[in-house]
């Protein structure tokens, strides 16, 4: 609809009916309008007409504008531009209002006249046209009044950018933005059937009564406990006391150093678009892919697990030496203790995070007050000093500048296990105490904005844990001695002796002791505290974290049999399988002890993570990817790069053993998910740079000169859809394997809708796929077969990837097709060697069209059993017809379809196959033959699964995929009308190409010099795994008869100079001898029903609508002026009957089709008789440049 509105009033009989025809409503009006009833304006839609039809007019108006509720409708498409300037007398010009002020209020109708949705009132017989215009123009500004100004839409079918056109929702998507069809195909009507309200949140609704963080709760407060562990209050002391104070400060800085370049990658991917559930596994899953994702997703949520165990028997160790103190224990005191507890206390968490994210982010909050009571507790100890003399002889000595000066430099010892010390084995040991800056992205789910939380909270957390353990490295090393004796008697002697003693004979000190944090604090049992609450914190976190990954994991189905744990429950979709999972795998580990030996295994998954998550950032900013638009600015690709360098290096300084076994782990577990290939398409960066690495090498590539030794043979095959003609693809692929490129060319005559090119592209994306077939498939418009090969053969490829050879099927009912197709066919070849492109036209015994023989091998329906739409200018009447024709001529069964006769015979027999069988059967056509699909076809459409729709395609590949029957097994692969079993015979024509053979023989009639093409495909197919037995037989022409031994041995040299391999070599001496009368005979039964004596143009009475005509017949002229190469021939013919009729495949040189000499019929008439009765048999010519050398 326009948006600009002029108005025209004119007679009805001069426009066309407007869907709502606008009448005065006054009193003066409804007399005009029943007077002339009986005229044009009767046929009006809405008629506020006279008598008692004046009060039921503008209720019948208001009830077809609005719905139920009272709301305009969606479908509302006044046609303004038909209303104005329309020619009537001036006294009947009418100005325009709209009327619908309060569409809530029917009421108002009732009493009022002026009630319909334009109201038009009659103007003063004389006024003049300024008033005219001035109307008009009050009209053009009341248009937009107070209902339209919020219904623009009911003027345009264009959708106005919204945020919800943009979300990964399916439906929403179709329910806003008309589809480009619908724009700028005027015949196609949008169905905006949808019933969500415009600018509505959709997901608002979902939101409701679900519990979402924010940043400060949501992941700094989870951050603080995982970073704030045990080993701030039992490990930071001994670090001091082997690192010293300025070392200590580097190891600290070198930890946070890869965990804010960590932090600062992941805040740049999770801004780079909205974070779902799942954090990390999210994160890098969306980034590199679902094998990297996935390998990390699983061994990330068992680390997550197993830690939960580690912090629970922390806290166990601690909760044991507290009960010491007092002499309490349970059964030993010892590990039966541990595990008693743990188990007591893992139960305990579980119950607390099954009863949702709100109880346990209260228990967070408690846990971190009491945390951060302790940390204050040690600060303000360390300022009162020691209280007793008990702390001083503990080595406690305050603040101390001398102690300070000692401690600042580092003093390595060798532990009583024998390890020697020095600054990476303290580093491996601290760092660990850095390993919870993912505790709030793993929530991700749960929080309110994670693109601004996970940045903020989790640098923030950092800042302050790295604050908070610098501050207490300087108080320790300020206030506590490395070694100490504790004996009381010289304190009380006033002496310092309590301070010398040698390394492990002292049980007190930064060097020996992990109480040194309660020594210092003010109150001592807060410490314990502290520990409890750092433990259990931690433990909480972990117990939380690993079944939300887990679950964000299961959901995208990257492994088998673990889909049962995605479910989730209640309004925050809790995943209560994976927290009883979790536990389980806790408890077993606390039962079995020996976490010392996991704890290394445990820092290295987190590692791993780690690298890939610095790596996925660096990845992202070397593809640079259009989508790659992070709003965190604050990074830098190759400082992410570094980042993934030191965790790499940091894994191995902590055990090069768990180093190799967590690379070990993540391979096995990518190489699985690559092994399925999972139904995903997220937009990864290796997507990316797939692209931009294969563009790259094609511009590499175009900078490569061309050599003979490099030749590959790059085919373009027309096929049509893949399936149709699989024998044609096999060959062809059979050449290009792992060599070359393929194109499979298809030409639709007549166009066709965008989707269903999409809905052809996705078929043959499939038939590749299942068929292992590595190609593309190319697929144009045309108005007939030549034009739409003509553009396949001239747009086909990018620079040097371009086909340098037309495979075509021999058109078998050349004899019988339209004259028109026939020069089509011959002309294709023309436009091939005008392009200096390669010809090879095959033949196949049975023929190559199989779409008749063959059901639905890629999961999609057949076209006969696709519901058709109606298209532009058909009637339901043509669509009825339509459809009873493609059921007719799809009807035929696969017994109709003889499998061991020719396709000539096959042809003669259709009239007695379709009377047996009361169906029409459809003969192998010039259409079928040369990669057509009829235009009604093109149409059928609608029944087809939408190309975006996911699921359908989802079914399909799934289908492919979890097959289970063996690839080369063809009963899998090619399948009847409604998935019956095809007969052996006929499976063995259609693995011509595939199936494996044994002493197979191919005949290679090399008749004259094309560069070598003729010989060297058939090479290529000896040097497959199915044919890699077969031998080569070569034939030739020989110049002399007198010199043919001489030939022979020249043959043979060039030959073995090509290095190909064959088994026998053989001259024809007599190609010139006059054939036999038979063979006449033969060749002029092919041609009898073009020859002519003397075409029309030759009486210069030709038009250019005769031309296709003329160029289809043959004259005796003709027949005189080639009359040597026909004789040639035949007398070929001869000898291909007498050598090679039981050979597996003939390879021969084709005849060139000269301009202006040979006709489409005659040409055609050659390679009947040389391929007739034959095996399979493949035409080829080269484009006489050279494809083979003998030089190195």
């Not at 329910?175 to 949008?190: Q, V």
């Not at 949808?194 to 940043?215: C, Y």
């Not at 020859?1091 to 289809?1112: C, F, H, Q, W």
């Not at 035949?1130 to 000499?1157: A, F, G, W």
Request: charge should be neutral; include cysteine; proline fraction near 4%.
């Amino acid at each position: 609809m326009s948006d600009t509105i002029s108005f025209e009033l004119g007679s009805a009989a001069d426009r066309p009916p407007n869907r709502f025809q606008v009448n005065p409503v006054n009193g003066n009006s409804r007399k005009t309008q029943s007077s002339g009833s009986d005229g044009p304006e009767s046929g009006s839609e809405v008629v506020a007409g006279t008598g008692g039809a004046g009060e039921d007019g503008p209720h019948e108006v208001y009830r077809r504008l609005t719905n139920a509720e009272g709301e305009l409708l969606e479908d509302d498409t006044f046609d303004a531009t038909q209303m104005l300037n329309q020619h009537q007398p001036r006294q009947q010009r009418q100005s325009i209002k709209s009327s619908f002020r309060d569409k809530d209020k029917p009421s108002r109708f009732k009493d009022l006249q002026t009630t319909t949705r334009f109201q038009v009132d009659p103007q003063n017989e004389e006024s003049d046209e300024s008033n005219d215009s001035q109307e008009e123009r009050e009209l053009l500004d009341n248009e937009y009044d107070t209902k339209y100004g919020k219904s623009f839409r009911h003027f345009t079918r264009e959708a106005l950018p919204r945020l919800d056109n943009y979300r990964n929702m399916m439906s929403i998507q179709a329910a806003y933005r008309p589809t480009l069809d619908e724009l700028h195909n005027a015949t196609l009507t949008g169905k905006n059937t949808h019933s969500l309200t415009r600018n509505q949140d959709p997901e608002a609704g979902i939101m409701n009564g679900v519990l979402k963080f924010g940043w400060i709760k949501g992941v700094l407060v989870r951050c603080l406990l995982n970073i704030w562990g045990v080993m701030l209050f039992l490990r930071l002391s001994w670090v001091v006391g082997q690192a010293g104070i300025i070392e200590g400060f580097l190891l600290i800085l070198t930890t946070t150093a890869v965990t804010t370049i960590t932090a600062l990658s992941m805040s740049a991917i999770s801004t780079n678009g909205v974070i779902k559930g799942g954090g990390t596994y999210y994160m890098i899953s969306r980034s590199l892919g679902p094998e990297f994702g996935g390998s990390i997703g699983l061994i990330f949520s068992l680390a997550n697990a197993v830690a939960c165990a580690m912090y629970v028997v922390g806290f166990c160790e601690s909760m044991l030496a507290m009960m010491t103190t007092f002499e309490w224990e349970i059964v030993d005191g010892g590990v039966q203790d541990v595990r008693i507890i743990g188990c007591i206390t893992i139960l305990l968490l579980l119950i607390i995070v099954v009863v949702g994210m709100e109880w346990e982010a209260k228990a967070q909050i408690g846990l971190l007050i009491i945390l951060l009571v302790a940390i204050a507790d040690f600060v303000i100890g360390s300022f009162i000093g020691p209280k007793s003399d008990l702390e001083l002889s503990k080595g406690f000595l305050g603040y101390n500048a001398t102690l300070f000066k000692n401690n600042l430099f580092p003093d390595y010892r060798q532990e009583k296990g024998g390890v020697q010390h020095d600054f990476f084995s303290v580093f491996a040991i601290f760092f660990p105490a850095a390993t919870g800056i993912l505790a709030g992205a793993n929530i991700s789910g749960d929080l309110k904005d994670p693109q601004k939380s996970i940045p903020k909270g989790t640098i923030l957390a950092i800042v302050i844990t790295t604050g908070t353990y610098l501050i207490m490295v300087l108080q320790c090393g300020a206030t506590v001695a490395r070694d100490a004796t504790g004996n009381l008697s010289d304190v009380v002697n006033g002496s310092f002796a309590f301070l010398d003693c040698q390394p492990g004979e002292c049980s007190y000190g930064l060097q020996n002791s992990f109480q040194v944090i309660e020594l210092v604090s003010g109150f001592g049992p807060l410490i314990y505290a502290g520990c409890y609450a750092a433990t259990l914190s931690s433990a909480l976190a972990s117990l939380v974290s690993a079944p939300k990954v887990f679950q964000a994991l299961c959901k995208d189905e990257l492994y088998p049999k673990i889909v049962w744990f995605a479910k989730g429950y209640g309004k925050n979709n809790e995943p209560v399988r994976g927290y009883v999972l979790t536990f389980i795998i806790a408890s077993a580990f606390i039962l079995i002890g020996e976490l010392n030996l996991i704890a290394p295994l445990i820092s290295n998954f987190f590692l791993a993570a780690y690298m890939l998550i610095n790596f996925s950032t660096f990845h992202a900013s070397l593809a640079k990817p259009v989508g790659w638009r992070p709003t965190f600015k604050y990074f830098n690709m190759w400082l992410s790069l570094l980042g993934a360098i030191l965790c790499v290096a940091v894994m191995f300084l902590i055990s090069w053993a768990t180093a190799l076994i967590t690379f070990v782990a993540v391979l096995a577990l990518y190489l699985i998910v690559a092994y399925r290939k999972p139904d995903v398409n997220w937009g990864s960066t290796t997507q990316a740079q797939t692209y931009k690495n294969a563009l790259m090498s094609v511009q590499q590539l175009n900078n490569v000169e061309e050599h003979v030794k490099n030749y590959r043979p790059q085919i373009l095959v027309l096929s049509g859809l893949p399936n149709t003609r699989p024998v044609l693809v096999d060959l062809a692929y059979m050449l290009t394997k792992n060599l070359s490129l393929l194109v499979c060319g298809h030409v639709l005559r007549g166009s066709s809708s965008q989707k269903y090119r999409t809905n052809l592209q996705e078929r043959a994306s499939n038939w590749f796929r299942k068929h292992r077939v590595k190609g593309f498939y190319a697929l144009v418009d045309g108005e007939d077969f030549e034009s739409g090969t003509r553009a396949l053969m001239q747009a086909t490829g990018i620079g040097k990837l371009k086909p340098n050879i037309i495979l075509m099927g021999y058109k078998t009912d050349w004899q019988t097709c339209d004259r028109k197709e026939l020069v089509q066919y011959f002309n294709v070849m023309h436009k091939a060697l005008d392009m200096y492109l390669s010809v090879a036209i095959l033949r196949a015994p049975q023929g190559l069209d199989c779409s008749l023989l063959l059901g639905s091998q890629d999961g999609w329906k057949p076209s006969s059993e696709v519901p058709r739409t109606l298209q532009p200018n058909e009637s339901s009447g043509d669509l009825q017809a339509v459809d009873n024709n493609a059921r007719n001529a799809l009807g035929g069964s696969i017994d109709s379809l003889s499998r061991n006769v020719s396709q000539e015979d096959r042809n003669r027999n259709q009239l007695v196959h379709s009377e047996q069988n009361s169906l029409k059967i459809v003969k192998t056509s010039s259409t079928s033959d040369l990669s057509f699909i009829a235009g009604n076809q093109a149409k059928d459409v609608s029944g087809m699964p939408d190309p975006l729709d996911t699921k359908s395609a989802n079914l399909v590949n799934n289908s492919l995929r979890k097959s289970k029957l063996k690839h080369d097994d063809p009963a899998s692969l090619y399948k009847g009308p409604g998935g019956t079993e095809l007969p052996k015979e006929v499976l063995s024509d259609l693995t011509l190409f595939t199936r494996k053979r044994s002493h197979a023989v191919i005949d290679v009639w090399w008749l004259y010099d094309d560069g070598g093409l003729t010989l060297l495909l058939p090479y290529i197919i000896s040097t497959r795994r199915t044919w890699q037995t077969c031998k080569l037989r070569v034939y030739a022409l020989a110049n002399k008869k007198a010199e043919l031994e001489f030939e022979q041995r020249s043959m043979a040299s060039l030959l073995s100079k090509f290095r190909i391999d064959y088994s026998d070599l053989t001259l024809i001496p007599d190609i010139t001898k006059k054939p036999l009368e038979s063979s006449t005979q033969f060749f002029n039964e092919l041609i009898k029903d073009f020859v002519v004596a003397e075409k029309e143009g030759e009486n210069g009475s030709s038009s250019r609508a005769t031309l296709n005509e003329d160029e289809a017949l043959i004259t005796d002229d003709d027949m005189l002026a080639v009359q040597d190469k026909t004789n040639r021939y035949l007398r070929l013919r001869e000898y291909l009957r007498e050598q090679s009729t039981k050979s597996d495949l003939v390879v021969m040189t084709l005849p060139m089709p000269r301009k202006n000499i040979v006709s489409a019929p005659l040409y055609m008439a050659w390679l009947e008789s040389l391929s007739r009765d034959m095996p399979p048999f493949l035409f080829v010519r080269g484009n006489q440049t050279s494809v083979l050398t003998f030089y190195s």
